[in-house]
């Protein structure tokens, strides 16, 4: 029952912990005290050393961790054409802590003519072992749209959505097929968004604000399409869901449930990371929509504290899921990345390693070689 395609057994998200060295380096480079090469150069041999880790745990995908973003979202989105970061009035608000005040909003034509990730993806597939997929990951679309909604959205250039949203799945488009381009076979969307339409305070805000939470997943669900549409045969991508994750906090809570149908049925990727370590994400009943030939990587693991989860309950929570959707369409991961923003979520490098190894051992058992 082995995997030679992603998503494999025992895989993992995307972000890690920044390194001491790293962290001390992009302060350096906040206060001007070194210049942007030498932060480059720490950067890769920071990237260098991580993906060695990932290998010798075991993990068979591998990633940069995320050491060049500041955060998983606007580093990407700001460097669309007709994209711009700035200073917003306050942060994302999470449970009792609030993210840097940043936003991004669009202030002409969408689309995609480059973007300085393609080289950070270059750089990770150069230094791969043998063995090992590198994945790239990146925001899905509808991150554009969800967090500044209307508002974030130039009425001159679009005076309406339906455009944006053509657009941005053009610019989109532009974005994947480059990754292919560069040799990516495995690309992963983070869009959290599905996630917080399960919850009603978040649709309620939608509604404050002038969205309409019920039409929001099949507007999202065309995004993506025609944000992957054309993809080579072989390009496996994957989406990440989650319900926040910045400092070891959250924003929503809410079952899969009531977007189910269309995460599963109607959006045109191979497979789905999905938050499954706490009760806020209710129960597995909804994995009984997925389709065969779809992959669900079950977040059983956190990264939101240090704790080592048994492999007891691990392999009990993968018994229980099994219920809803055969054992061969499953896989084992974090619930999220461990470091979504720079600043990373309250535990240790150890403990962040020791629950990658955990993973690889439990998935092992129960599917053979991981």
Same mark, same amino acid.
């Given at each position: 029952m082995q995997r030679t395609t992603p998503p494999f057994r025992a895989d993992h998200v995307g972000s890690l912990l920044r390194s001491p060295e790293l962290r001390a380096a992009r302060e350096r480079r906040e206060r001007g005290e070194i210049g942007a090469d030498e932060l480059r150069v720490i950067e890769d041999e920071?990237? +260098?050393?991580?993906?060695?880790? %990932?290998?010798? +745990?075991?993990? #068979?995908?591998?990633t940069d961790g995320e050491y060049r973003r500041a955060m998983w979202h606007f580093d990407f989105l700001e460097q669309l054409d007709g994209c711009e970061g700035y200073t917003a009035d306050h942060g994302i608000a999470f449970k009792g802590i609030q993210t840097k005040a940043k936003g991004v909003r669009v202030i002409g034509k969408l689309g995609f003519s480059g973007h300085p990730m393609?080289?950070?993806?270059?750089?990770l597939k150069a230094h791969v072992a043998p063995g090992q997929t590198p994945k790239m990951t990146i925001p899905s679309p509808s991150v554009l749209h969800f967090r500044g909604g209307r508002k974030a959205v130039s009425q001159e250039i679009y005076p309406e959505m339906g455009d944006?949203?053509? =657009?941005?799945?053009?610019?989109?488009?532009g974005a994947v097929h480059?990754?292919?381009?560069?040799? /990516? &076979?495995?690309?992963?969307?983070?869009? +959290?968004?599905?996630?917080?339409? /399960?919850?009603?305070?978040?649709?309620? %805000?939608? &509604?404050? #604000?002038?969205?309409?939470?019920?039409?929001?997943?099949?507007?999202?669900? =065309?995004?993506i399409n025609a944000a992957v549409a054309g993809r080579p045969d =072989?390009? +496996?991508?994957?989406?990440?869901?989650c319900r926040g994750n910045f400092r070891s906090s959250w924003i929503a809570q809410g079952g899969y449930e009531p977007v189910a149908e269309i995460l599963f049925n109607q959006i045109n990727v191979n497979g789905y990371f999905m938050e499954f370590d706490t009760d806020r994400a209710g129960t597995f009943e909804p994995l009984r929509f997925v389709p065969k030939g779809k992959t669900v990587v079950l977040g059983l693991v956190t990264s939101k504290t240090g704790e080592?989860?048994?492999?007891?309950?691990?392999? #009990? &929570?993968? =018994?229980?899921?099994?219920?809803?959707?055969?054992?061969?369409q499953l896989c084992l991961s974090p619930q999220c990345g461990f470091a979504s923003t720079e600043e990373g979520n309250v535990l240790s490098e150890q403990q962040q390693w020791d629950k990658l190894a955990r993973i690889v051992e439990v998935a092992n058992e129960v599917w053979g070689n991981a």
């Amino acid at each position: 029952m082995q995997r030679t395609t992603p998503p494999f057994r025992a895989d993992h998200v995307g972000s890690l912990l920044r390194s001491p060295e790293l962290r001390a380096a992009r302060e350096r480079r906040e206060r001007g005290e070194i210049g942007a090469d030498e932060l480059r150069v720490i950067e890769d041999e920071a990237i +260098v050393s991580l993906i060695g880790k %990932q290998a010798s +745990v075991g993990l #068979r995908s591998a990633t940069d961790g995320e050491y060049r973003r500041a955060m998983w979202h606007f580093d990407f989105l700001e460097q669309l054409d007709g994209c711009e970061g700035y200073t917003a009035d306050h942060g994302i608000a999470f449970k009792g802590i609030q993210t840097k005040a940043k936003g991004v909003r669009v202030i002409g034509k969408l689309g995609f003519s480059g973007h300085p990730m393609l080289d950070h993806f270059r750089f990770l597939k150069a230094h791969v072992a043998p063995g090992q997929t590198p994945k790239m990951t990146i925001p899905s679309p509808s991150v554009l749209h969800f967090r500044g909604g209307r508002k974030a959205v130039s009425q001159e250039i679009y005076p309406e959505m339906g455009d944006f949203y053509a =657009d941005l799945g053009r610019a989109y488009n532009g974005a994947v097929h480059a990754f292919a381009d560069l040799g /990516c &076979r495995y690309l992963q969307l983070d869009e +959290v968004n599905l996630a917080y339409l /399960c919850d009603e305070e978040q649709r309620q %805000q939608l &509604r404050d #604000r002038g969205d309409d939470p019920d039409a929001l997943p099949g507007i999202y669900a =065309d995004l993506i399409n025609a944000a992957v549409a054309g993809r080579p045969d =072989d390009m +496996v991508i994957t989406m990440h869901l989650c319900r926040g994750n910045f400092r070891s906090s959250w924003i929503a809570q809410g079952g899969y449930e009531p977007v189910a149908e269309i995460l599963f049925n109607q959006i045109n990727v191979n497979g789905y990371f999905m938050e499954f370590d706490t009760d806020r994400a209710g129960t597995f009943e909804p994995l009984r929509f997925v389709p065969k030939g779809k992959t669900v990587v079950l977040g059983l693991v956190t990264s939101k504290t240090g704790e080592l989860e048994s492999k007891e309950t691990l392999k #009990r &929570r993968i =018994d229980e899921a099994a219920k809803f959707i055969p054992l061969d369409q499953l896989c084992l991961s974090p619930q999220c990345g461990f470091a979504s923003t720079e600043e990373g979520n309250v535990l240790s490098e150890q403990q962040q390693w020791d629950k990658l190894a955990r993973i690889v051992e439990v998935a092992n058992e129960v599917w053979g070689n991981a």
